[in-house]
């Protein structure tokens, strides 16, 4: 039932992500992302504009570019052709036999034989030392006016030749002028000529002489008329050269010819070289075009090879291969010229930019294509199931919403209008006065969660602000919790019963506490009184073993009480600076006397590295210790018991110890071990079955208190190991152990010689503390009760006051008040059965300066009389001498003297220690502890010296005369106990 408080709730926010989340982020996803996918369409669309008209102006400018450089190419030729019709014309015409020039033997010619061989001789020969060489070939049977009538020709031709060429554009041709029989020839420049392109070698010579000869010959040119004749140049006449040769007949045949010779027409032929037209040809070596067909206007192809290009149309065409150009000269006769460039010739240039932009493209089309599956899968589809999903989920939100346990409705927030409300809601009848409470709430808020009282049921209602259809609403589910509120009223009525019972069970723990101890006070009073009186040996046998058996019931009731304490959180922490050395050798020392009755040797170590002071509960780690001591020896027949502390960290402030009991006892079986901190557990096995088995399950509880653990290691047989694990705060030394708050010391009287007033309504324990007090050497006046007391308070003067807790009439928390409102500032004692914690709270609160738990003893009576109400001590202490400290003392076994020598000889060497240090903390706690012991044994005058001291040193420091004063009561501790080892030694000796 506890969960049908969150059902409505829940099925609130189910129905809230399946209606409004589990759908439409996918949806809204979608939206968002057309949008923008929208946007970067559109911006990608204009960047593809910008980018065609960009490639389309570009591509544009490379045709006009590569169209314009063919024309100009083409326009070069067509000047160059012409230029050379010129040349040969001017050539022609200047040698025709109508006006021929003389040819008269040149006295300056300088003429070199280069080749005689087969018939034919090789001259190389120029006018004048600048002139243009040409060569010279003729048959051997020439004469020697042949030859100089060849030469003066030779001489006029090269001139011509210079000085027409020297003043033209366009590089000069490889002239050639033969005779018809290939008898003589003359070529201007001459072999080894200063030509860089297509040089005339003279092994070159004669061959190219005879293919040109042959291609007149081949062709069956005539050329008795002054037109020039454009051939397509013999196969590899020039290596590595495109050329053409133009030919036209020379009408001087008196020029080559021997004059015995028949006179004919001489042929003048011009080679030229086509790659030398433009600068790309002639300097970078670059064609612009991949191959080139020129055709005269006769139609013979000069150039090239003639396809299908032919019936391209005239300018720019494409086919497979590349683009096409076809180029008509103007004027008369029309050449032809046919350009073929290739795609990759024409893009030479941006290959790699366009590579570049090609593979951008792939790489666009890709990641489109990515882009387009990953917009789809992760967006468009996921968006299609969303979809689906939102119908069918409105579909189920329905059918949930109008079966669902929990009254579910819809009510419009502007005018609280109910929209939707499923069955359940109107089964349970609560929607009318739900809408009536939400017409009230005029605030911005939400009202939340409320619940409802609807015809005797109550209903809870969870409200939470949602959208449905496009509005405001409030969408609100009602559950009935009318089982759950019954269940609830009874659970608490459950929970004051069982309250009402620990409190029933706490009181009857005091009660029983104050009602068993008060009786037991009684009985270990006067035990304790008892044992100052004269007594048989055989009395006093019987008196100590009342007086064990009444500690064990005494300390079974204690231990009662102690777990009740814890059960109940009654058991209280106190954090106060303490020493761990103090503490570790008080343990040891206590269970010394015991220890050694069994035989057994006690011994403690202590870590060097254990600081001086720590902050803690003293008390709890001594209770703790104790415990385990008590334990070690009682299941201890021979060997050893040791106290061991240890650091296990030592941080700057803040300590890990470990205090560590170990003995050489019977050991504890290993399937006891988990059960041995348990309440009333006991180990079986032979062992002593003495008490409750609550004493480790304390200790266990205290060390949990203060933050600590508990462990133990043991093997029967071998003995155990029982550790308490704490961590404690460092008391730095320049803090100083707190004190307990002390009354005004009373300056009218001795130490203990202070009137006090009883207020006890119990006889027996009346009488008990009367003989107490008087033994201690107070003056006691009892009442009996609390009214009785205030009374008597007027009639004389007290020092102190010791009030019981319940007593009729006037009890003591009202006795305490009533003294503090009349302005009495002597101390108030409490006197109480009840141990637990609000008792001494209370009695503090009231205005008492402490609180004490029945039974009294005498030492725990001498405390708190030397605490609160203590004399001037700063007069000078007697030193009475060794008989007078050994009056009172009560009969001590021979190994009980040798205990109480060891210890006072220890003490007293520690007071010394702490006198040569100036230490007066540890002065004061060892005479502390001598007085205690002292107490035990009814050495009073010994044991008021040193209480004496002890309050002494707390009113002030170590000077010369207070050191010199305790150095003589150390002399006069030190006396008594050689006296009591003698006396131990020669008992022993006697025995034997």
């Known amino acids: 039932m506890p969960g049908a408080l969150h059902r409505p709730h829940i099925l609130i926010q189910a129905f809230l992500v399946l209606t409004m989340k589990h759908a439409s982020l996918r949806l809204d996803k979608l939206a968002q992302s057309s ?64 006006h021929a020039p003389p040819l008269p033997s040149v006295q300056s010619t300088e003429v070199v034989e280069l080749q005689r061989d087969a018939g034919q001789v090789v001259l190389q020969a120029k006018g004048f030392a600048l002139s243009l060489p040409f060569t010279l070939s003729h048959a051997a049977g020439f004469t020697a006016d042949d030859t100089r009538r060849a030469l003066a020709f030779g001489v006029q031709l090269s001139d011509y030749y210079g000085s027409y060429w020297a003043s033209s554009f366009y590089a000069s041709p490889q002239l050639f002028v033969f005779t018809p029989n290939d008898e003589a020839s003359l070529a201007v420049p001459g072999i080894g000529g200063l030509r860089q392109h297509q040089p005339l070698l003279r092994e070159q010579y004669r061959g190219v002489v005879s293919r040109l ?57 011009a080679v030229v070289d086509t790659s030398q037209v433009d600068e790309f040809e002639r300097v970078l070596q670059l064609s612009v075009y991949n191959q080139f067909t020129l055709i005269s206007p006769q139609g013979d192809v000069l150039l090239g090879s003639l396809g299908d290009e032919q019936m391209a149309p005239l300018g720019l065409s494409f086919n497979s291969q590349g683009l096409r150009f076809k180029m008509l000269s103007e004027g008369g006769e029309h050449w032809t010229g046919l350009y073929a460039i290739s795609y990759q010739d024409f893009l030479r240039y941006a290959k790699w930019p366009l590579l570049g932009l090609g593979l951008t493209f792939l790489a666009a089309v890709l990641l489109g294509w990515w882009i387009n599956h990953w917009y789809k899968t992760r967006i468009v589809s996921p968006a299609q199931r969303a979809q689906e999903r939102l119908f069918e989920s409105e579909a189920f939100n329905r059918i949930m919403l109008h079966n669902a346990p929990a009254g579910l409705c819809v009510v419009r927030r502007s005018d609280c209008q109910l929209l939707l409300e499923n069955q359940r809601a109107l089964q349970l009848g609560g929607t009318a006065q739900l809408v009536e409470v939400l017409r009230t709430n005029d605030g911005p808020d939400t009202p939340g969660e409320m619940c409802l009282a609807v015809q005797g049921r109550y209903l809870q209602v969870v409200v939470v602000a949602a959208r449905y259809e496009g509005e405001d609403v409030f969408l609100c589910g009602c559950n009935d919790i009318t089982l759950h509120v019954d269940e609830t009223l009874q659970l608490d009525l459950a929970r004051q019963q069982a309250t009402a019972a620990n409190e029933a069970k706490t009181v009857f723990l005091a009660t029983m506490s104050h009602e068993i101890r008060t009786p037991l006070y009684g009985v270990l009073g006067n035990l304790e009184l008892m044992a100052l009186t004269d007594m048989s040996e055989r009395q006093r046998q019987y008196l100590e073993i009342i007086q064990g058996s009444s500690t064990v019931l005494f300390q079974l009731i204690s231990n009662v009480l102690d ?51 720590l902050l803690g509960d003293a008390g709890r780690i001594r209770q703790i210790l104790h415990n385990l001591l008590g334990n070690a020896i009682k299941f201890t027949e021979s060997g050893r018991v040791r106290l061991r502390l240890t650091v296990q960290e030592l941080l700057e402030d803040q300590v890990a110890l470990q205090w560590q009991v170990t003995d050489t006892g019977v050991g504890i079986p290993e399937k006891a071990l988990d059960q041995l901190f348990k309440p ?29 653990t508990m462990r133990v290691v043991s093997e029967p047989g071998l003995g155990s190991s029982f550790s308490l694990f704490i961590t404690l705060p460092i008391v730095s030394s320049s803090e100083s152990v707190a004190s307990s708050v002390l009354a005004e010391p009373c300056l009218d009287a001795p130490c203990l010689n202070v009137r006090v007033l009883v207020a006890e309504d119990n006889p027996v324990s009346q009488a008990v503390l009367q003989e107490q007090l008087e033994a201690l050497g107070a003056k006691a006046t009892v009442a009996r009760d609390g009214k009785h007391a205030l009374q008597i308070w007027g009639s004389q003067p007290f020092d102190l006051v010791i009030t019981d807790i319940n007593m009729p009439r006037l009890n003591g928390y009202d006795l305490a008040r009533a003294l503090r409102e009349q302005g009495v500032q002597v101390p108030i004692i409490g006197v109480t059965a009840n141990a637990l914690r609000e008792e001494g709270e209370r009695c503090l609160a009231v205005g ?52 109480m020598g060891d210890t006072l000889l220890v003490d007293v060497q520690q007071i010394e220690q702490g006198l040569v240090a100036g230490d007066s903390t540890l002065v004061c706690q060892r005479l502390h502890s001598l007085n205690g012991a002292l107490a035990s044994v009814h050495a009073l005058a010994l044991s008021s010296a040193c209480q004496t001291w002890e309050n002494s040193l707390y009113n002030r420091l170590l000077d010369r005369n207070t050191t010199s004063e305790i150095r003589v009561l150390c002399a006069r501790l030190s006396k008594v106990a050689q006296c009591l080892l003698a006396e131990s030694r020669n008992h022993y000796k006697e025995d034997e």
């Open 680 to 708: 009333f557990y006991q180990v079986a096995g032979g062992q002593d079955g003495n008490g409750a088995g609550l004493g480790l399950s304390i200790c266990s509880r205290l060390s949990e208190l203060m933050g600590g």
């Open 213 to 269: 000869h042959q291609l007149q010959q081949s062709q069956s040119l005539l050329l008795t008329d002054s037109r020039v004749r454009w051939m397509r140049a013999p196969l590899q006449l020039y290596k590595n050269s495109r050329s053409v040769v133009a030919m036209i007949g020379l009408d001087a045949p008196a020029a080559l010819l021997p004059a015995n010779q028949p006179q004919g027409m001489l042929s003048l032929a």
């Open 848 to 899: 008492m300066n402490a609180w004490v738990v029945k039974p009294l003893s005498m030492n725990m009576l001498r405390q708190a009389l030397m605490s609160h109400c203590r004399r001037a001590t700063a007069l000078a202490v007697p030193t009475p001498d060794h008989d007078h400290d050994r009056e009172g003392w009560i009969e001590l076994s021979p190994a009980m003297r040798q205990l």
């Open 563 to 613: 777990v009740s304490k814890i059960e109940s959180g009654q058991m209280a922490v106190e954090a106060a600076p303490f020493g761990p050395h103090q503490l570790v050798e008080e343990s040891v020392l206590g269970f010394t006397a015991t220890a050694r009755n069994k035989g057994l040797q006690i011994d403690a170590e202590i870590d060097p590295q254990a600081p001086l002071q």
């Open 35 to 98: 949008q923008r996918l929208n946007k970067a369409l559109l911006l990608l669309t204009g960047l593809a504009l910008l980018l065609s008209s960009s490639c389309y102006w570009v591509v544009s400018r490379l045709l006009d570019a590569e169209q314009e450089k063919v024309a100009f190419h083409f326009a070069r030729v067509v000047e160059i052709i012409h230029e050379h019709e010129a040349f040969l014309r001017n050539v022609a015409t200047g040698y025709s036999r109508s």
